[in-house]
C-alpha cells in the first residue's frame, strides 16, 4: 500500500472518530495503544531493514496526526480525550526511541545506514524537537492536580525525545568523523604515491567528494542546532533586558519552563551524542582531536559557540532562579576573563589545545592497555593533569569557599513537590551541565566560562544534604529531579582524577560523604526492598504505567542506581590519596561515627526487637561493595588490602548488633517507612559483602574473620528456626508485619550458603580448622527447612517457607554439600558428618520432628548424592554401626543404593 495513501485515509478516518463517535474515537485510541505495546516489547532483532523504515513511517505520520489533534481540536475535545492523545504521543515517542536505538545496534560494526532507515524526507530531523515543544506547551490544559503518573509521562516525554537526538547526532557525526579521517588517510596516500597530474585530480576529486559528504551527513544535526541556538539567545536577550530594567516581575518567561525544559533537553542530546561519537571514533584513532581540529575548524567553531549559548542560558537561569541575592543578575552573563575561560586569541577555534589533552580520558571511555599498575597507557602521550580545564586545581579549590545565597525555601518546595515544572527544569539543567563536562573531556571549548560550576556543586550539596536529612516523606516526583543533580555529580567526579589530590582531597572527601547519606537515604526509603548491586544486576526494573507505586518504586531504585554510578566515578581511576579518603569516609559510616563527633554512635543493640543502625551505616555497606567491585590497580588494591581487616570487623559488629527475631518480618508498606533502614536488608547486605571479600584471595583474610563467616548462618537462622518451632509471635513495632517475610528470608538464606561456598572454597585450611562452625551452621540451616506450608489453606505456620521458597533454598544448601565433595581432599573426612546430620532430619528426628518434604527432598538429592561420593567405606559402615536399626539405617541403605544406581561413576561412557 502507498505510504502516502495509507497516511491520507488514516488522518481523514481518524478526523472522522473525533467529530462524529466518541467512543468508536476511545476503541481506536485503545487499539492504537496495544500496537504501540506490541512494538515495545518486541525484541530489537526483529526489526529488519524494511520493517524498521516502515515502522519510523507509521510512528512519524501518528506523531504528526496526534500533533495535529491538539492544535486543531483544542477547543472541542473534552479533557479525558485530550488526556488520552497526549498519553499515546508519549508512548509513540519511546516507541520511535526504541526503533532509532534498535536502527544504530544494527549498524555499530559496519559502514552506518542509518540514513536509510531515517530518510530526510520521513524524518525530518527537526521533527523530534518542534514536535515536543508543540505538545508540552498543552500541559494548561490539563488539571493542575494532575496525577503522579501524567507528570512522570511528561518527564518521560522530554528523556524519549532527548535519548532519541543522542542516538541519531551520533550516528551522524561518526559517519561525518569517519569521512574525515578516510579524506586525510586518502590525501597521505597520495603523497605516499606521487600520483600523476590525472591521477592527482583523481584523488582530489574524491577527496572533495568525502567532504562534501562529510557536509551533507552532519547539516540534520547542524540545523537543528543551529535553531535551538537561536532561541535560547532571543530568549536570553529578552530576561537579561528585563533585568537590566529591574522588572523582575515580567520574567514570565518562566512561568513557561516546560519549553525550556525541552530546549535543554534537545540541547544536552545533542551534546552527548557528539561527545559518545568522539569517545567510539578516537577509541580507535588515538590522534583523531588533532585530525579533527584541523581539518574540520568550521564544526568545531560551530560546536564552540552552541555550548557558549547553552552555557550562558545555563548562568543566567542558576541566578535569577535559585540566587536569593537579586544584585548577580545585573553581572555579566558570560565573563570570559573568570576562572576557566579558553578564548583563542584569534576569536575563532584554537586548534592546539587539542592536542594538549590528548593523553586524556573519561571513565566512561574505552581504556587502553595497561601498564601493569592500574595506569592507563595510551598513545604515548604524557597526561597534563591541568590541562582539561585551565586552573581546574583553583576551580576545585574555590569551590569549598564558595557561598551562594540560594533560595532555600524554592529547594524545599521541591522536594515536596510543591513546584513540579521548576523541578523537571533543574533536571535538564544539571544534566545539561553534566554534557558540558562530559563534552569537555574530548574538545577543547573556546570563550565557555566556568563560574557556574562552583554555583551548581553548592545547590548540588544543598538539595543532597536536605533530600537526606528531611524526616519527611520525599514527594516522589522529587527522585525524577534529582537524578540530574547525580547525573552532575558523576561527571564532575572524573575530574578529580586531573588535578592535585592535595588541594582537592576537601571537597573530594565532602562530595563522598554527600554520596553516602544520599545512598543511605535511598535504602531507608526502599525498606526490604533494598539490595546491593549484585543482587539487581540482570534485573530490569518496569515501570508500570497503570499502577502508581510501581512508578514511585522504581523512580527510587533509578535515583540509587544513578548515586551508585556517581559514587564509582569517584573511586574507578582515583589517585591514592583520594582513595584512601574515600575508604576512611566508608569506614567511619560503617563503625557509625560522624567526621569530628567521636560520640555520636549511630549503631544501637536496642531490645528484644533487635537493634538499629542509621542509613550512613547502611550506606557504608552499598559503598564498600563498590569499591571492592570498582577500584582496579595494583596501587589501589595495595591500598584496599591495608584496610580490608578493620573492614570486615566493622561488618560483624553491624551484624552482632542487628541480629534478632524481627529481621524476619517484613514491612506493612515499605515504600513509606523511611525513619531507618530495614534491619533485614542491612543485614542481607553485609552478607553479601563478606561473601565479595572472602572471594578475593588477595586480601588474605584473618583465620578468625573466617571463623565468623563461618558462625554468620547459624547466628542469623537460630531465631528463624526457633521462630518455627515456638511459633510464638515477634513483637515488633508499629508498622511492621508479624508475619515471615518470604521472600527476604529465601534471599538471606541464599546468600548464607553462598557465603559458606565461598569460604569452602576460597579459604579450605582455615575452614578444616572450624569445621565444627561450619558443621553448625549447616544443621541450622537444614533444620530449618522441616516446616513448610503444603497446604494451601489450613494449618498455616506463620513463620514456615512456602514450597516453592523452601525449594529454592535447598537448592541453596545443595550447593554447599557439592561443595565439600568438590574439595574432597581437604573435606572428605568430614563428609559423613554431613550426611548423618541429613538422614537425622529426614528421618523425623531434627528439632520440629517433622522431617522433609518431598520436593525439599528433591532438591537436596543431588547434593547428598555428592557427600556419599566424598565417603569412604569405612565412614559408611560407622554410620551403619552408629545408626543401629530402625528408619536411619534404612534410610542410609536406601540413599547407597541410589547412589551406586543414579550417581557413582561405573567406568563406562
Known amino acids: 500500500m502507498n505510504k502516502g495513501l495509507f497516511a491520507g485515509t488514516w488522518h481523514r478516518e481518524f478526523a472522522l472518530f473525533?467529530?462524529?463517535?466518541?467512543?468508536?474515537?476511545?476503541?481506536?485510541?485503545?487499539?492504537?495503544?496495544?500496537?504501540?505495546?506490541?512494538?515495545?516489547?518486541?525484541?530489537?532483532?526483529?526489526?529488519?531493514?524494511?520493517?524498521?523504515?516502515?515502522?519510523?513511517?507509521?510512528?512519524?505520520?501518528?506523531?504528526?496526526?496526534?500533533?495535529?489533534?491538539?492544535?486543531?481540536?483544542?477547543?472541542?475535545?473534552?479533557?479525558?480525550?485530550?488526556?488520552?492523545?497526549?498519553?499515546?504521543?508519549?508512548s509513540c515517542r519511546r516507541v520511535l526511541k526504541k526503533l532509532t536505538a534498535a536502527s544504530s545496534k544494527d549498524n555499530i560494526n559496519e559502514q552506518p545506514e542509518l540514513a536509510c532507515k531515517l530518510p530526510e524526507h520521513s524524518f525530518p530531523l527537526s521533527w523530534l524537537p518542534m514536535s515536543l515543544f508543540v505538545v508540552v506547551g498543552f500541559r494548561c490544559a490539563f488539571p493542575e492536580d494532575t496525577?503522579?503518573?501524567?507528570?512522570?509521562?511528561?518527564?518521560?516525554?522530554?528523556?524519549?525525545?532527548?535519548?532519541?537526538?543522542?542516538?541519531?547526532?551520533?550516528?551522524?557525526?561518526?559517519?561525518?568523523?569517519?569521512?574525515?579521517?578516510?579524506?586525510?588517510?586518502?590525501?597521505?596516500?597520495?603523497?605516499?604515491?606521487?600520483?600523476?597530474?590525472?591521477?592527482?585530480?583523481?584523488?582530489?576529486?574524491?577527496?572533495?567528494?568525502?567532504?562534501?559528504?562529510?557536509?551533507?551527513?552532519?547539516?540534520?544535526?547542524?540545523?537543528?542546532?543551529?535553531?535551538?541556538?537561536?532561541?535560547?539567545?532571543?530568549?536570553?536577550?529578552?530576561?537579561v533586558g528585563t533585568c537590566v530594567d529591574n522588572k523582575l516581575e515580567c520574567l514570565a518567561g518562566f512561568q513557561e519552563l516546560s519549553k525550556f525544559s525541552a530546549i535543554l533537553a534537545c540541547f544536552q542530546g545533542l551534546f552527548w551524542g557528539l561527545a559518545s561519537a568522539l569517545v567510539d571514533t578516537n577509541a580507535v584513532n588515538c590522534d583523531f582531536r588533532i585530525k579533527l581540529s584541523s581539518s574540520n575548524a568550521d564544526l568545531m567553531t560551530e560546536v564552540d559557540s552552541w555550548v557558549h549559548t547553552c552555557v550562558n542560558f545555563i548562568i543566567f537561569c542558576l541566578k535569577a532562579v535559585l540566587l536569593e541575592v537579586d544584585a548577580v543578575l545585573n553581572m555579566p552573563v558570560c565573563d570570559n576573563n573568570v576562572l576557566g575561560s579558553r578564548e583563542s586569541s584569534t576569536g575563532g577555534y584554537d586548534c592546539s589545545n587539542n592536542a594538549s589533552v590528548e593523553g586524556e580520558m573519561h571513565p566512561g571511555e574505552k581504556k587502553k592497555p595497561s601498564d601493569g599498575n592500574g595506569d592507563t597507557v595510551g598513545c604515548n602521550l604524557k597526561r597534563n593533569p591541568c590541562a582539561v580545564i585551565p586552573k581546574l586545581q583553583v576551580l576545585l579549590t574555590e569551590v569549598q569557599h564558595e557561598k551562594n545565597f540560594l533560595k532555600k525555601?524554592?529547594?524545599?518546595?521541591?522536594?515536596?513537590?510543591?513546584?513540579?515544572?521548576?523541578?523537571?527544569?533543574?533536571?535538564?539543567?544539571?544534566i545539561a551541565c553534566s554534557a558540558v563536562l562530559r563534552l569537555n573531556f574530548h574538545i577543547n571549548l573556546n570563550s565557555i566560562s566556568w563560574v557556574w560550576v562552583p554555583i551548581v556543586v553548592n545547590i548540588s550539596q544543598h538539595l543532597l544534604i536536605e533530600f537526606s536529612s528531611s524526616y519527611e516523606m520525599t514527594n516522589q516526583i522529587a527522585f525524577v529531579w534529582l537524578l540530574g543533580v547525580a547525573k552532575f555529580l558523576e561527571e564532575l567526579g572524573g575530574y578529580f582524577s586531573q588535578c592535585d589530590p592535595s588541594l582537592s582531597r576537601d571537597l573530594y572527601v565532602r562530595l563522598v560523604g554527600l554520596h553516602i547519606m544520599a545512598i543511605g537515604k535511598c535504602i531507608s526509603l526502599q525498606g526490604k526492598q533494598a539490595t546491593l548491586t549484585s543482587q539487581e544486576r540482570g534485573v530490569h526494573v518496569k515501570m508500570l504505567a497503570s499502577i502508581v507505586e510501581s512508578q514511585e518504586t522504581s523512580k527510587l531504585v533509578e535515583l540509587k542506581a544513578r548515586l551508585r554510578i556517581s559514587f564509582t566515578s569517584y573511586i574507578r581511576k582515583s589517585s591514592e590519596l583520594h582513595l584512601l579518603s574515600a575508604i576512611q569516609a566508608v569506614e567511619r559510616?560503617?563503625?557509625?561515627?560522624?567526621?569530628?563527633?567521636?560520640?555520636?554512635?549511630?549503631?544501637?543493640?536496642?531490645?528484644?526487637?533487635?537493634?538499629?543502625?542509621?542509613?550512613?551505616?547502611?550506606?557504608?555497606?552499598?559503598?564498600?561493595?563498590?569499591?571492592?567491585?570498582?577500584?582496579?590497580?595494583?596501587?589501589?588494591?595495595?591500598?584496599?588490602?591495608?584496610?580490608?581487616?578493620?573492614?570486615?570487623?566493622?561488618?560483624?559488629?553491624?551484624?552482632?548488633?542487628?541480629?534478632?527475631?524481627?529481621?524476619?518480618?517484613?514491612?506493612?508498606?515499605?515504600?513509606?517507612?523511611?525513619?531507618?533502614?530495614?534491619?533485614?536488608?542491612?543485614l542481607l547486605m553485609c552478607v553479601e559483602v563478606l561473601t565479595k571479600i572472602n572471594g578475593k584471595t588477595s586480601?588474605?583474610?584473618?583465620?578468625?574473620?573466617?571463623?565468623?563467616?563461618?558462625?554468620?548462618?547459624?547466628?542469623?537462622?537460630?531465631?528463624?528456626?526457633?521462630?518455627?518451632?515456638?511459633?510464638?509471635?515477634?513483637?515488633?513495632?508499629?508498622?511492621?508485619?508479624?508475619?515471615?517475610?518470604?521472600?527476604?528470608?529465601?534471599?538471606?538464606?541464599?546468600?548464607?550458603?553462598?557465603?559458606?561456598?565461598?569460604?569452602?572454597?576460597?579459604?579450605?585450611?582455615?575452614?578444616?580448622?572450624?569445621?565444627?562452625?561450619?558443621?553448625?551452621?549447616?544443621?541450622?540451616?537444614?533444620?530449618?527447612?522441616?516446616?513448610?506450608?503444603?497446604?494451601?489453606?489450613?494449618?498455616?505456620?506463620?513463620?514456615?517457607?512456602?514450597?516453592?521458597?523452601?525449594?529454592?533454598?535447598?537448592?541453596?544448601?545443595?550447593?554447599?554439600y557439592e561443595e565439600v565433595r568438590q574439595e574432597k581432599e581437604v573435606f572428605g573426612q568430614h563428609a559423613f558428618k554431613f550426611l548423618s546430620h541429613y538422614i537425622w532430619v529426614y528421618c523425623g528426628h531434627g528439632p520440629a520432628q517433622r522431617g522433609l518434604n518431598r520436593e525439599v527432598d528433591e532438591a537436596l538429592k543431588p547434593g547428598i548424592s555428592a557427600l556419599m561420593d566424598s565417603c569412604s567405606m569405612e565412614d559408611l559402615q560407622l554410620l551403619h554401626t552408629v545408626f543401629e536399626e530402625g528408619p536411619c539405617r534404612r534410610t542410609l541403605a536406601a540413599l547407597q543404593h541410589d547412589y551406586k544406581l543414579n550417581f557413582q561413576f561405573q567406568g563406562k561412557v
Open 18 to 90: 473525533c467529530r462524529s463517535q466518541h467512543y468508536s474515537y476511545l476503541l481506536l485510541l485503545k487499539l492504537i495503544w496495544c500496537l504501540l505495546t506490541l512494538l515495545m516489547r518486541m525484541p530489537e532483532d526483529y526489526f529488519s531493514l524494511r520493517s524498521s523504515s516502515l515502522y519510523f513511517s507509521c510512528i512519524l505520520n501518528l506523531e504528526r496526526l496526534l500533533v495535529d489533534s491538539l492544535s486543531r481540536w483544542h477547543g472541542t475535545l473534552n479533557m479525558q480525550s485530550t488526556l488520552e492523545i497526549f498519553l499515546l504521543f508519549v
Open 147 to 239: 496525577s503522579l503518573e501524567l507528570q512522570l509521562s511528561r518527564c518521560s516525554l522530554i528523556d524519549h525525545t532527548s535519548n532519541a537526538l543522542l542516538i541519531v547526532s551520533r550516528d551522524e557525526f561518526v559517519r561525518a568523523f569517519n569521512s574525515c579521517i578516510f579524506s586525510k588517510k586518502l590525501h597521505r596516500k597520495r603523497e605516499e604515491l606521487k600520483l600523476s597530474t590525472k591521477e592527482s585530480d583523481l584523488w582530489d576529486g574524491t577527496r572533495l567528494m568525502n567532504h562534501h559528504e562529510n557536509f551533507i551527513t552532519g547539516k540534520n544535526v547542524i540545523h537543528v542546532a543551529k535553531l535551538l541556538e537561536e532561541f535560547l539567545k532571543s530568549s536570553l536577550n529578552n530576561f
Open 409 to 430: 525555601n524554592l529547594m524545599l518546595e521541591l522536594l515536596r513537590g510543591e513546584n513540579v515544572d521548576m523541578g523537571f527544569f533543574l533536571q535538564q539543567l544539571f
Open 589 to 682: 559510616a560503617l563503625v557509625g561515627v560522624q567526621e569530628g563527633l567521636m560520640t555520636n554512635y549511630e549503631i544501637l543493640c536496642g531490645n528484644s526487637d533487635g537493634g538499629e543502625v542509621s542509613a550512613d551505616v547502611a550506606a557504608g555497606v552499598d559503598c564498600l561493595y563498590l569499591i571492592l567491585e570498582f577500584a582496579t590497580g595494583y596501587k589501589r588494591l595495595n591500598m584496599i588490602k591495608r584496610h580490608i581487616q578493620s573492614l570486615v570487623a566493622c561488618l560483624f559488629n553491624v551484624i552482632l548488633h542487628l541480629q534478632a527475631p524481627s529481621i524476619f518480618c517484613g514491612h506493612i508498606d515499605s515504600i513509606k517507612v523511611c525513619d531507618g533502614p530495614d534491619t533485614g536488608s542491612v
Open 699 to 816: 586480601f588474605q583474610i584473618e583465620g578468625y574473620h573466617i571463623a565468623q563467616s563461618l558462625r554468620v548462618p547459624a547466628l542469623l537462622f537460630q531465631y528463624f528456626l526457633s521462630l518455627q518451632i515456638s511459633e510464638v509471635h515477634v513483637r515488633t513495632a508499629s508498622g511492621i508485619n508479624s508475619n515471615a517475610d518470604q521472600k527476604f528470608s529465601a534471599e538471606l538464606y541464599s546468600a548464607c550458603c553462598r557465603l559458606l561456598c565461598s569460604a569452602l572454597k576460597h579459604h579450605k585450611n582455615e575452614t578444616q580448622r572450624f569445621i565444627a562452625l561450619l558443621e553448625d551452621s549447616v544443621s541450622v540451616l537444614l533444620h530449618s527447612l522441616e516446616v513448610v506450608n503444603t497446604d494451601p489453606v489450613f494449618k498455616r505456620a506463620t513463620y514456615a517457607w512456602e514450597v516453592t521458597k523452601a525449594v529454592e533454598c535447598a537448592s541453596s544448601l545443595r550447593r554447599v
